[in-house]
């Protein structure tokens, strides 16, 4: 099974208004932790947000939270009042306490934000 | 505080040829990664460094790709002979310690493309 899924290719938003992409995982491990990462045309990573297993309210930073449901293996990130910056692609990852805590990453589900 | 520093930005090399690339981390970071990717796809891992030993490098293609990180602070990725699917963007990332819920610092990435 894949450890990270992001079932969205593809998603556009208007300017302004609020966009969920979505991430479920897979893992046998009590502890981890999930990450939002940003990838504009550029190439960077670019770090958004954190939850760990153990967290119990839902994380959030600035404009992005992270909408955290352990129970269903959910970990969708939540992005409000977009910006036209905010058109990149968008990744899952996850590190688990076992195997090394190696990260595993999502493939992706590209953002395009209409003026 | 300055980022993870890598380059070439940009390589292009025929197959059966020999690259390498360079990458600085953050100051004091423990633990660095050299991941691979492939357009379309989300970053997979290659090796992690913990200081100068190598933590997992179970999905390096160690026929033809090597990586070293001497004195435990810059790394270096070499293939050599280069294949047409070893085109990618090379990612450099590293971390503090390298725990759960450590996050993840990624260089700008060297693009490479093998004609």
């Known amino acids: 099974a894949q450890k990270i899924t992001q079932t969205q290719p593809g998603m556009f938003v208007q300017e302004k208004e609020a966009v969920t992409l979505d991430c479920t995982y897979d893992?046998?491990?009590?502890?981890?932790?999930l990450f939002w990462y940003k990838q504009p045309s550029s190439g960077e990573m670019i770090f958004l947000i954190y939850?760990?297993?153990?967290?119990?309210q839902n994380a959030t930073e600035g404009r992005y939270s992270l909408n955290f449901q352990k129970a269903r293996k959910s970990a969708n990130l939540v992005i409000s009042a977009s910006q036209l910056g905010d058109s990149a692609m968008y990744f899952c990852?996850?590190?688990?306490?076992?195997?090394?805590?190696?990260?595993?990453f999502g493939i992706g589900t590209k953002l395009q934000v209409i003026p | 505080e300055a980022g993870v520093a890598q380059s070439p930005r940009y390589k292009i090399i025929e197959k059966r040829q020999s690259v390498a690339f360079w990458c600085n981390p953050i100051?004091?970071?423990?633990?660095l990664y050299w991941y691979q990717q492939i357009l379309g796809q989300g970053p997979k891992l290659l090796i992690q460094f913990q200081n100068n030993g190598v933590v997992d490098d179970s999905q390096l293609p160690k026929d033809r790709f090597s990586a070293e990180r001497l004195k435990g602070v810059d790394s270096t990725l070499k293939i050599q002979p280069a294949k047409l699917e070893d085109s990618a963007v090379y990612l450099c990332?590293?971390?503090?310690?390298?725990?759960?819920?450590?996050?993840?610092?990624f260089g700008p990435g060297t693009r490479l493309t093998v004609t």
């Open positions: 939850q760990g297993s153990y967290d119990e």
């Open positions: 990852a996850m590190r688990e306490i076992g195997g090394y805590q190696k990260v595993t």
């Open positions: 893992t046998s491990d009590q502890s981890y932790g």
């Open positions: 990332a590293s971390s503090l310690l390298g725990g759960v819920f450590d996050e993840q610092y």
């Open positions: 100051s004091g970071h423990a633990t």
